[in-house]
């Protein structure tokens, strides 16, 4: 939602603005272009066919990399443990930005850190599919809870996502977000637009779901009454890793190169970067609190 009220923000400034910014759809980076001094001075692409140039200083933020699962992607090279769980990220998600900027010359850190989140939905028909949507943290905040194949709650709802998922990945399958239909009040349009889309489905009663799961009754902090529920299961989510930039006034938003030296004419911003507080970053909305912060300094 977020992203797409941006694209939208961003096309707006370009109908206006066309001097300031021009939204170039289909475009492809092929390389960036380093002047004489070892400044990068722009950037090669391919659209329609046609190899293009544009000249000035280069600003990346083409986000992570947990959405190419190829032999020999990012995301096999350096967390190949990885792969054995379903994405949220689709194919733009490449990690364009660590094969653009290494090629000049840039650092990278850690690489192999991937956060998974514990809510990715699992849709009838289409259990085994390796990407995900991601249901909202704000279904836990409000009260939902996880439980197990057996009904139980196995985790507390409110830890970080890294601690929840790593219980399900202890844990017994299939499992389910479930939140009682007093305590979605405060987010009862987010689960109409889940149950809408078929994420989640609404039951009369927590006995109800317990007859469909096969058990005699479940966790009872769910309450008795009607409860929304998603079949969920964790996946990919954001990259920790990611090009190294600097954060001191003078280097602030600027690609540093394998030495730590700044790369002049080259910035970074968001899930391209490497995070600098990987212990926060599995704290739901810590990742896009982190590319608001980068984009402005970038």
């Known amino acids: 939602v977020v992203t797409y009220a941006v694209i939208h923000v961003l096309q707006q400034v370009a109908d206006a603005k066309p001097d300031r910014l021009q939204i170039v759809p289909g475009a492809s980076v092929t390389s960036l272009i380093k002047g004489s001094g070892g400044s990068v001075c722009g950037v090669q692409f391919k659209y329609e066919n046609e190899s293009k ?17 190829s032999p020999k992607s990012v995301l096999a090279k350096n967390a190949s443990a990885c792969l054995r ?10 990690g364009d930005a660590i094969t653009l900027c290494t090629a000049v010359g840039a650092g990278t850190a850690k690489l192999d850190q991937v956060e998974l989140t514990p809510t990715a939905a699992v849709l ?33 709802e409110m830890a970080t996502a890294k601690e929840r998922a790593a219980a399900m990945t202890k844990g017994a399958a299939p499992f389910r977000l479930v939140i009682g239909d007093k305590q979605a009040t405060s987010v009862q349009w987010l689960c109409d637009f889940y149950t809408q889309r078929k994420v989640m489905t609404k039951y009369s009663s927590a006995s109800a779901l317990a007859r469909e799961m096969g058990v005699a009754a479940i966790d009872q902090s769910v309450g008795a009454g009607p409860v929304y529920v998603a079949t969920v299961t964790p996946a990919l989510y954001s990259c920790v890793g990611g090009l190294t930039t600097g954060w001191n ?14 790369l002049p004419g080259l910035f970074a911003a968001g899930e391209a970067t490497s995070a600098p507080f990987p212990r926060l970053w599995s704290v739901t909305g810590i990742p896009l609190l ?4 980068s984009g402005r300094m970038a």
């Open 53 to 69: 140039t544009l000249n000035g200083n280069v600003v990346i933020a083409s986000g992570g990399y947990a959405g190419d699962y």
């Open 124 to 156: 009838q028909g289409d259990v085994d599919a390796g990407f995900k949507l991601v249901v909202s943290d704000a279904i836990c905040g409000a009260g939902g809870k996880l439980l197990d194949k057996n009904g139980k709650r196995f985790t507390d």
């Open 249 to 262: 006034e003078a280097s602030a938003g600027c690609v540093l190169s394998a030495a730590g030296k700044p």
């Open 290 to 293: 982190y590319c608001i912060y």
């Open 85 to 94: 769980f379903p994405t949220t990220n689709d194919e733009r998600s490449s």
